[in-house]
């Protein structure tokens, strides 16, 4: 979609939405009393801050420690915030890592080209934006994040993350897809998969109107110090920027970019934890 700038709503913080899911909000309730505790707390004392009858306290609390987002001392029977939680919160700083590591490399492709540049990641079988730099343009392209989590096999950053899977992860992400979004989108896997082989040649790939009509993207993978891909950049402009002189100038422009940044990401550690939810964060060009 091309289209001016759009300002995203978002709910004020105090926002209560219009219907809860009771036994989660106890759940949580009991995490924040934990959280705030300088000790360990016996069931009766964790029942009584959080509002709770004992028993109802106790299945919860159950549920917690069996998922790992509660712990329990068997000698003086108290209950602690779990390692889960600390797993959670380190992931989170991981992935505010890369974010801030990566995003000199997307400013500066985004000066480079004049288009919108982003950091795009596989979440389960979904292909999101973990973060994005918009064009400079007044014109320029407009991404429905909603469409594009299905969209893996019709986008630049989308092939150019499945080009580098494993023969069974690629499987598994592709079983009853490919779906059509224009008359560019590969018919069959058989097409795709040859696509896909020319990306691995190139170090690139190119979305001519597979995903949007009217608009062209090229994307080129990002890797972990081990080798594995953990994500793509991508960039994406309107079809009447995207002369084929362009096009080219584009490619390398991504390809260079996405090694430099891969560097970069390699120091950071082996692995990046981007399996789970959250909105895209939007920098401003």
């Given at each position: 979609?091309?289209?001016?700038?759009?300002?995203?709503?978002?709910?004020?913080?105090?926002?209560?939405?219009?219907?809860?899911?009771?036994?989660?909000?106890?759940?949580?309730?009991?995490?924040?009393?934990?959280?705030?505790?300088?000790?360990?707390?016996?069931?009766?004392?964790?029942?009584?801050?959080?509002?709770?009858?004992?028993?109802?306290?106790?299945?919860?609390?159950?549920?917690?420690?069996?998922?790992?987002?509660?712990?329990?001392?068997p000698r003086d029977r108290t209950y602690v915030l779990g390692a889960r939680i600390l797993e959670l919160s380190r992931s989170r700083a991981a992935t505010v890592d890369v974010v801030q590591?990566?995003?000199?490399?997307?400013?500066?492709?985004?000066?480079?080209?004049?288009?919108?540049?982003?950091?795009?990641?596989?979440?389960?079988?979904?292909?999101?934006?973990?973060?994005?730099?918009?064009?400079?343009?007044?014109?320029?392209?407009?991404?429905?994040?909603?469409?594009?989590?299905?969209?893996?096999?019709?986008?630049?950053?989308?092939?150019?993350?499945?080009?580098?899977?494993?023969?069974?992860?690629?499987?598994?992400?592709?079983?009853?897809?490919?779906k059509r979004f224009t008359q560019g989108t590969a018919r069959s896997r058989e097409d795709l998969m040859e696509n896909l082989f020319t990306v691995q040649c190139d170090g690139f790939a190119?979305?001519?109107?597979?995903?949007?009509?009217?608009?062209?993207?090229?994307?080129?993978?990002?890797?972990?110090?081990?080798?594995?891909?953990?994500?793509?950049?991508?960039?994406?402009?309107?079809?009447?920027?995207?002369?084929?002189?362009?096009?080219?100038?584009?490619?390398?422009?991504?390809?260079?970019?996405?090694?430099?940044?891969?560097?970069?990401?390699?120091?950071?550690?082996?692995?990046?934890?981007?399996?789970?939810?959250?909105?895209?964060?939007?920098?401003?060009?």
């Amino acid at each position: 979609m091309i289209d001016a700038r759009q300002d995203d709503r978002e709910d004020t913080p105090r926002q209560r939405p219009a219907a809860t899911v009771r036994s989660v909000e106890r759940a949580l309730d009991i995490l924040d009393v934990l959280a705030a505790a300088a000790d360990g707390l016996r069931l009766n004392d964790v029942a009584g801050r959080v509002g709770l009858n004992v028993s109802t306290c106790h299945h919860l609390i159950a549920t917690l420690v069996d998922r790992g987002y509660v712990g329990r001392n068997p000698r003086d029977r108290t209950y602690v915030l779990g390692a889960r939680i600390l797993e959670l919160s380190r992931s989170r700083a991981a992935t505010v890592d890369v974010v801030q590591t990566a995003m000199a490399t997307l400013h500066g492709l985004n000066e480079a080209t004049g288009e919108t540049v982003s950091f795009d990641v596989l979440r389960g079988r979904d292909l999101a934006t973990l973060v994005m730099v918009e064009s400079r343009h007044a014109v320029h392209v407009v991404v429905d994040e909603a469409a594009k989590a299905e969209a893996v096999h019709a986008t630049g950053s989308g092939k150019a993350i499945l080009a580098w899977l494993p023969e069974a992860e690629l499987t598994r992400i592709l079983s009853g897809r490919l779906k059509r979004f224009t008359q560019g989108t590969a018919r069959s896997r058989e097409d795709l998969m040859e696509n896909l082989f020319t990306v691995q040649c190139d170090g690139f790939a190119i979305d001519r109107e597979e995903f949007q009509p009217g608009v062209v993207s090229v994307g080129s993978s990002l890797r972990d110090r081990t080798g594995a891909v953990i994500g793509a950049l991508g960039c994406l402009l309107p079809i009447s920027r995207a002369g084929e002189d362009r096009i080219v100038r584009m490619c390398g422009l991504v390809r260079d970019a996405a090694t430099r940044l891969s560097r970069q990401l390699g120091e950071l550690g082996p692995a990046f934890p981007f399996q789970g939810a959250g909105k895209a964060w939007r920098a401003k060009p």
